[in-house]
DNA sequence: TCCCTAGTTGGTAGTTACTACCATAACGGT
DNA sequence: ACCGTTATGGTAGTAACTACCAACTAGGGA
């Protein structure tokens, strides 16, 4: 029962390597000019096992690994709460803590973040591909709240909410996006929440 | 100033032919498995003149055309009314005037639209699209609801309450797409609406 | 310590969506 | 009848993937 392999390290260390070098290759000239044969050379590995690592060039951006973190957290809040309630907070409470409570201290984490979401707005490609994301954050979430009680109707119910929310949330990142990570992202989630359900998210 | 040209009735006329022997296709076998030179040389012409038509092999079923008429009727209503309302209201509505009040009569549009849902939802690349697609209707809705008064905070509350109402509306339809349009379309979509708001939008 | 299995990587060849670039033919107004 | 515009076709090319097969290497057991 000892942890990681070498081998699994190993492969975890090139994903991460990979990854890192796409990032600074799309940001410098662009996700459209990148091939993944320039992927691919710049981390000193074949086409081959880029793929191996990344099934799409998209999924070079997107890594999306929050879905956990926002079910399991939505799980954590009171059950009867509002449903929008309960989502939307969620979101603002989980955003504070990754990205901090403010603009103070530059994180590496907020940096990576935000040039994800730069990538994203603007390469429609991306785009597409994460709004299509947040359809699996949706279903998370859905999930979440329903616990295991399989009724359709509050399914039904669950998944519109939740998708609401999600959407407000999207609006709140592009915001944030254009002014480069300037405003308080918290702040600008909940604000886009509460203009959408006139309600306080806080 | 005479109506439409001799050639302007032909392209339309085979625009219009090759996506119907496209969506044909893709129905019969699948959207993954029909190649645009399938759908080229079902229609009699070269894989050149499909693109020349759509841009992408994802238009052939996206064509969503509803933008202006959703911008039309959100703009004609009282601009005193909240946002919310005043989306999701034109939603239910136009829906209804589209696909008729009830499952009654089988109309052709209705069918058609059925269709592109069922495509739509099963295939990712597909879904991915639309989802980016309501991103330029959220545009549309978020310029009709603002008018001509360029308040950034006020365009910020109506993105936010634009992408909401949509992805209620969105999973309105999925839901409507799974269960073969056998619900009635407006009122599905007046209870993801009522589910996410909590407010009256019959 | 020595295999033997299994997983990681690489190479080759192919499919498919999509894009210039140029040629041809037909339409529309003069 | 003539000529610019426009729809269409052909050729060649790029790039994102996808089998299929070969080589190497780590891990676990004999």
Redesign the interface.
């Given at each position: 029962m000892n942890g990681p392999n070498l081998r699994e390290r190993r492969r975890a260390e090139t994903r991460r390597l990979i990854q890192s070098r796409a990032m600074r290759l799309f940001v410098e000239h662009g996700y459209d000019a990148t091939t993944v044969t320039d992927v691919a050379r710049a981390s000193g590995v074949s086409p081959m096992t880029v793929y191996r690592h990344f099934p799409t060039k998209e999924d070079l951006v997107l890594h999306d690994r929050y879905d956990d973190l926002l079910a399991e957290r939505v799980a954590a809040r009171p059950a009867d709460e509002?449903?929008?309630l309960r989502i939307g907070r969620t979101l603002v409470d989980a955003t504070r803590s990754l990205v901090g409570p403010a603009e103070g201290a530059p994180s590496a984490e907020r940096d990576l973040l935000l040039a994800r979401l730069r990538l994203m707005v603007d390469t429609?490609a991306l785009?597409?591909?994460h709004?299509?994301s947040?359809?699996a954050t949706q279903k998370a979430v859905v999930d979440a709240v329903l616990g295991d009680t399989p009724d359709p109707e509050a399914e039904?119910?669950?998944?519109?909410?939740a998708?609401?929310?999600?959407?407000?949330l999207?609006?709140?990142l592009v915001?944030w996006a254009r002014e480069d990570g300037r405003p308080d992202l918290p702040g600008l989630i909940a604000?886009?929440?509460a203009?959408?359900?006139?309600d306080d998210f806080g």
């Open positions: 509002p449903v929008v429609p785009r597409a591909r709004l299509d947040q359809y039904f119910r669950a998944q519109a909410a998708g609401a929310c999600l959407a407000a999207h609006v709140a915001r604000a886009a929440l203009a959408a359900f006139d």
